[in-house]
């Protein structure tokens, strides 16, 4: 599956977001996957943020982020989001979508998934 993350830009702090991931999925339909949001700010690591089950059923969230951001999928229409609340200055990283197999209580580490979209950048200003 192909993915293609959108939807970042600059904002101010306070306001909300909603990235996007769209997937061109051949072979396996986008909805055979757990989808998974990553995001690395500049000079840090690679960090897992949120994950969602084929269906939709089932999330998972990093504990940093648990209350500010929402993870949701629309398999009809092959995309997948991410909602950022009260966007944070600490929130500025590039973000990326990933698709995988895992169940959403293991899907919180990178090599637990086989595809990746190319990112999109977030900027809060204070």
């Known amino acids: 599956v192909q993915l293609q993350a959108s939807g970042g830009g600059l904002v101010q702090a306070g306001d909300s977001l909603r990235l996007s991931c769209a997937a061109s999925?051949?072979?396996?339909?986008?909805?055979?996957?757990?989808i998974g949001w990553f995001r690395q700010a500049p000079g840090k690591e690679r960090e897992f943020v949120a994950t969602?089950?084929?269906?939709?059923?089932?999330?998972n969230y990093a504990d940093s982020v648990k209350g500010r951001f929402t993870i949701s999928r629309d398999n009809a229409k092959n995309t997948a989001y991410l909602r950022i609340n009260t966007l944070k200055p600490e929130d500025t990283a590039v973000y990326y979508c990933?698709?995988?197999?895992?169940?959403?209580?293991?899907?919180?580490?990178?090599?637990?998934?086989?595809?990746w979209g190319q990112g999109t950048l977030v900027t809060v200003s204070s």
């Open positions: 990933a698709a995988g197999y895992y169940a959403v209580t293991l899907a919180t580490t990178q090599r637990r998934y086989i595809s």
């Open positions: 999925a051949s072979g396996h339909t986008f909805s055979s996957y757990t």
């Open positions: 969602i089950s084929w269906s939709g059923s089932e999330t």
